[in-house]
């Protein structure tokens, strides 16, 4: 009994082997497979009368097996003969790739495979045909730097778009005759960043488009008006809380935007305490509780945009409008408006300040339509949040205010 189980022992080291490679040879269900071999067969050589002395190597079927880390690269599959390009094929990894016999293809035959998947670095690799590598694992290394969030506010005729990155951008700004487009180098695009991006909209901006080219991020802006009326201007600033670097691209109009400025002075300066209070205030209230506090602060603080002069005379405003001239915080403190100090003392906590986010509601209703008012009021007090999560913010502090009103 025991040879017995000896010998059956024996028998399944044996064939062990046998079951590794038919199951190594067997394509995986996600595999693709791909035909790379060119039409003709190479030219002869010496090296064919030998090919019997191989057999299984010469004649057998040749295929290499491509995979990459992460999967679902993208693979670029090029047949090279004399240095020249006998096929290309596409495909996404896994990928089983046919080639030629080995007897059917030249000494110098080869296989180039370039793989790309977004995010990562390009890798590429050369093959002989007629060698025994049959199998190809290309690792792909993460690009150096990373688009966490992008931004875009618009308010009174100007515009500006920010990107946030975890290293120091190259950035390349060119201009097209309907808009412009920013390249950054090296830059892998974050998929909260793509979301906001893909939904930027304003009277000057029409459409965002984020797309990979290879290692760079290329972000196509279309404008609602002529490249000839409006200038680019761009700066760079660093996020030290976040450890983030910041690129801003800026839109101003060619004339200054004068009557835009003074459009929106008059809007502030006819804002009325009725509009910050009552249910109003319920708005306020309710808004300010479904956004982030800290992306509140960081979108509403001064940070040297040309959004600055507007918020400090909006938050002086609110002083004006509230009872004894005092800005009410969250944490119960009154703040006068007319102090510079305390005006000041305000700016630094704006996200606190009750009533604050219902003028400035109050304020995008009288200078913007009613196409943009939403986006518009996204740019100024959430402009990393996407449209969707915004409107549903927005919609919900509506909806007390609106029962408020009917009660």
Request: proline fraction near 4%.
């Amino acid at each position: 009994m025991k040879r017995a189980h000896r010998r059956q022992g024996r028998l399944l080291a044996g064939l062990l082997p046998i079951f590794l490679a038919l199951a190594a040879a067997a394509p995986t269900a996600a595999e693709e497979v791909v035909q790379l071999a060119p039409a003709d067969r190479a030219d002869w050589s010496p090296g064919n009368l030998f090919g019997f002395l191989r057999p299984g190597h010469n004649y057998g079927e040749r295929f290499i097996r491509v995979r990459t880390v992460p999967e679902g690269a993208l693979v670029d599959l090029f047949y090279i003969r004399s240095n020249f390009q006998k096929r290309y094929e596409q495909a996404e990894s896994p990928v089983k790739v046919l080639l030629p016999q080995r007897i059917q293809a030249g000494p110098r035959d080869a296989v180039t495979i370039r793989a790309f998947h977004e995010g990562y670095r390009q890798k590429e690799v050369s093959i002989r045909v007629a060698s025994s590598q049959d199998e190809v694992l290309l690792e792909l290394e993460a690009l150096p730097n990373l688009l966490v969030a992008a931004s875009h506010v618009y308010l009174a005729g100007r515009s500006s778009m920010s990107f946030l990155t975890k290293e120091a951008l190259q950035v390349r700004v060119q201009n097209r005759s309907d808009g412009f487009s920013v390249i950054l180098a090296e830059t892998a695009k974050g998929e909260e960043a793509g979301e906001t991006l893909d939904q930027v909209s304003s009277p000057l901006v029409g459409r965002v488009e984020a797309l990979q080219l290879g290692e760079d991020l290329l972000v196509q802006v279309e404008t609602r008006v002529g490249s000839d009326e409006f200038d680019l201007r761009s700066r760079q600033a660093q996020d030290e809380l976040r450890d983030l670097f910041v690129y801003s691209v800026e839109m101003i109009p060619s004339d200054g935007g004068v009557e835009a400025v003074r459009q929106a002075r008059a809007a502030l300066a006819a804002i009325q305490a009725s509009e910050v209070a009552g249910c109003a205030a319920r708005f306020d209230a309710t808004l300010r509780g479904n956004l982030d506090p800290a992306q509140l602060s960081r979108a509403l603080a001064p940070k040297g945009s040309f959004t600055d002069p507007y918020l400090r005379a909006a938050m002086k405003r609110l002083g004006a409008v509230s009872p004894g001239g005092r800005i009410e915080m969250a944490d119960g403190s009154k703040l006068l408006g007319s102090s510079s100090i305390e005006l000041a003392a305000a700016m630094s906590q704006p996200g606190e300040a009750k009533g604050y986010l219902a003028l400035l509601r109050a304020f995008v209703g009288r200078v913007e339509s009613a196409d943009h008012r939403s986006d518009t009021l996204r740019g100024i007090i959430a402009p990393e949040l996407s449209a969707a999560k915004f409107g549903e913010a927005l919609k919900a502090a509506e909806d007390v205010e609106r029962v408020c009103q009917t009660g």
